[in-house]
């Protein structure tokens, strides 16, 4: 019985799990999420965000209405 066993038949040697990790740190910009991991979280409070945002208008065309009418008439 071979007790010698490794979880993965296929395990890589250290260096290239090494550059596998390089390579997906470069394809993630772990730089930009170290980054912004490090800032302060944003406020809550409404005094921080005094300005209001307009909400976007919404346009239903005349096709959209009928379909919606279809769908939910009684």
Known sequence: MDTDRRAYDD???PLDMVAD???IEVK???DRIA????Q????LRY???PVDVAK???SVSEATARLAAA????
């Open 56 to 58: 976007r208008d919404i």
């Open 40 to 43: 302060p979280a944003p406020s």
């Open 11 to 13: 395990l890589a040697t």
């Open 47 to 49: 005094e921080d965000h």
């Open 35 to 38: 980054k912004a991991a490090s």
């Open 71 to 74: 769908l939910y008439q009684d």
């Open 21 to 23: 990790c390089h390579s």
């Open 28 to 30: 993630l910009r772990f």
